[in-house]
């Protein structure tokens, strides 16, 4: 075993914001199993990662009971689950020396959100010397505000604005970003043989 799969934030938190009826892939979850079904058959390594911002009082606030995977979603014995305070999930965990043991080199990313935790921590890791794959339709993500937008707008004012940049634009702009430079972009079918 020289792989892992990364499955990064997909956890209840997103489903309690506002934004989610809005979030490019709401059945991630599908895909992030489909992955772990990969990796488990491969003899790969799932690695379990959450987000969490203790004493803020949000949804990423453990106190609240949201910080925890997503219904459908079940580490194996022996799959680290870490929880991260930082965007990626290096900066906050062990989980630099969890792979390091472990002689793992490669590593496929999966999660919420897309150009957030995802892409950063496919960044980094790209920085420490792995051979990252980008799963993006195993990613997921959500239309963003403008810079000099007003923070209270309703999700509806978000989508008329023509600032707002909308998910497709932001996941295209994390490929872009990420091909060739941090990882090797790729799909769920082109990573389970199940194109058509």
């Known amino acids: 075993m020289n792989k892992a799969l990364l499955v990064v934030d997909v956890q209840e938190s997103f489903r309690q914001r506002p934004l989610w009826r809005v979030i490019s892939n709401p059945g991630i979850v599908e895909q992030v199993n489909q992955l772990v079904a990969l990796a488990r058959a491969e003899g790969d390594l799932v690695v379990w990662v959450l987000h969490s911002e203790p004493g803020t009082g949000n949804v990423f606030d453990p106190v609240n009971g949201h910080v925890r995977l997503q219904d459908g979603l079940a580490p194996a014995d022996g799959e680290p689950l870490l929880t991260k305070t930082a965007h990626n999930a290096f900066t906050t965990t062990n989980l630099h020396q969890t792979l390091t043991q472990r002689g793992i080199r490669e590593l496929s990313v999966s999660g919420i959100r897309t150009e957030q935790c995802c892409e950063t921590t496919t960044r980094v890791a790209s920085d420490l010397g792995y051979d990252v794959t980008?799963?993006?339709?195993?990613?997921?993500?959500?239309?963003?505000?403008?810079?000099?937008?007003?923070?209270?707008?309703?999700?509806?004012?978000?989508?008329?604005?023509?600032?707002?940049?909308?998910?497709?634009?932001?996941?295209?702009?994390t490929e872009y970003a990420l091909a060739g430079r941090f990882a090797t972009v790729r799909t769920v079918a082109e990573l389970t043989g199940t194109q058509g």
């Open 134 to 173: 980008f799963v993006t339709d195993a990613t997921a993500t959500n239309p963003i505000a403008h810079r000099d937008a007003p923070a209270d707008q309703t999700i509806e004012e978000l989508l008329a604005d023509p600032r707002t940049l909308h998910s497709e634009d932001i996941i295209a702009r």
